[in-house]
């Protein structure tokens, strides 16, 4: 397995990978070289056959208070603009296998677009999510004013980028930008569980339905249903789709192949 210096990476389940931001004196700001190896490591194992879902978390103390602002500070707009590891943020959001985020403590800036760029979030009773940009006189640059809008709707998300309101756990879960919440020290364990479910689910209807759900927040509804109904039916050249309805008919459980 490669070795990276920002990042640990292991897969403490079968089936699931998990990539943890490493970078504790920093309370995991994402510098250049951070967020390079996080996109790594998360299309590393895009491609292995044996890993099915991926869970990207922090520490119990920051998942990531945002972009290096020492980093930021020395960079101008064309350098920015030119691209480099820190702007091709794009790479996240081309995974296809489910990942989910397991959020404790601060996640701040682009740490809060970085774990709604995944598809699930699991907290900890101590995650904070916040846009705190405007205080350092820029805005969300990675998605936060357009997935935070989605997921909480106009009125608070416009409440947290204009003044930085933060969101507790509870507060993230019952606006509907995380799905579960549990003490700090059965979070990652409660995502680990989640993400061994769906590892657990056959691999081709999993990536099908990510990729439709996705859609749902670009497409129109009727282009939206397009796209569904196209999934669906590739589904049925699936040998799982096969086994999945013939282990209904058996009374058996079935046995995925993945394919
Ligand atoms: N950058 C660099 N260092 C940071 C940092 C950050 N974002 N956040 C914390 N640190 C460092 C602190 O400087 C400190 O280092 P030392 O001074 O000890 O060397 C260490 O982490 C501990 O931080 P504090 O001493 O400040 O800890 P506190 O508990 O007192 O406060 C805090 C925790 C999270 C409230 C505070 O650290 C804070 O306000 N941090 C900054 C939060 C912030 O403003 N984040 C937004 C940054 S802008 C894009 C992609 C991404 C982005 C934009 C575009 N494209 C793809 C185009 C994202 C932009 C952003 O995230």
Redesign the pocket.
Known sequence: MTTYENILVETPVPGVGLVRLNRP???N???GDL?REVFEALEAFDRDEAVRCLVLTGSD??F?????????ADTDAVT?FAGQD????SRLARIHKPIIAAVSG?A???????AMMCDLIVASETAKF????I??G?M???G?TQRLTRAVGKALAMEMCLTNRHLSAEEARHYGLVNQVYPVDSYLDEALKLAAKIAAMPAVAVRMIKDAVNKAEELSLSEGLVFEKRNFYLLFCTEDKTEGMRAFVEKRPPEWKHR
């Open positions: 004196q920093a309370l700001a994402l510098n967020t103390k920051a990531a208070a945002g972009a290096d602002i020492k980093q930021m920015l820190f702007t091709d943020w601060w701040l800036g682009g740490g809060c677009e970085m916040g846009q705190p940009e205080t350092i820029i969300p640059g990675a936060g």
